[in-house]
């Protein structure tokens, strides 16, 4: 039987060894909560409030965190395979070494989070906002980026073989050769 927590307000505890896999936090308040290291795979974190809480190494395979607000978080080496992000709030979010392989972030806002060295191939970034987010020595092969903001992204040593460009805006984008793609 999963926990049932929508609606909860658990702002600013400590949340760790607690077996959230599949819990139902739709709706519920985790600012500033200690999620590091805990397992949420196939959770349901729908509308939820993640602002500045510490997920690092945190396990959200499948878990749906359509139109969540994770901006500010940290969210270090994250397994969030096959995870639904669209619409998700990650403004400044710290997603270093994360994998985001088969993730939905379509509509996601990105904008300023560092995903340096993510893994996210054939992720979904259609119509994300990537604005001056750090995508240095990530791999994005097959990933689509259809009519994304990536303007004055870090696109240093990413891998973007295959991946979909079709009306990016690739404007100021560090890394990027319009003539050639990627350098």
């Not at 510490?54 to 969210?75: F, V, W, Y």
């Not at 100021?172 to 050769?177: I, K």
Request: proline share 1%.
């Amino acid at each position: 039987m999963s926990v049932n927590l929508s609606g909860q307000d658990l702002s600013g505890q400590d949340l760790r060894g607690r077996d959230l896999a599949g819990a139902h936090l739709r709706e519920a308040n985790l600012s500033g909560s200690n999620l590091s290291g805990e397992n949420l795979s196939g959770a349901d974190l729908t509308g939820a409030n993640l602002q500045g809480a510490d997920l690092n190494g945190i396990g959200l395979e499948h878990a749906d965190l359509r139109g969540a607000d994770l901006s500010g978080a940290d969210m270090r080496d994250a397994s969030m395979f096959c995870a639904e992000l669209i619409e998700a709030k990650l403004v400044g979010t710290q997603l270093a070494g994360a994998d985001l392989s088969r993730a939905e972030l379509r509509h996601a806002d990105l904008s300023r989070a560092d995903l340096s060295q993510v893994e996210a191939g054939r992720a979904n970034l259609d119509d994300s906002d990537l604005g001056s987010a750090n995508l240095r020595g990530s791999d994005f092969r097959r990933a689509k980026f259809r009519n994304a903001n990536l303007q004055g992204a870090n696109l240093e040593d990413a891998d973007l073989r295959g991946a979909k460009l079709t009306g990016a805006n690739l404007e100021g984008a560090l890394g990027w050769r319009s003539a050639s793609g990627p350098v």
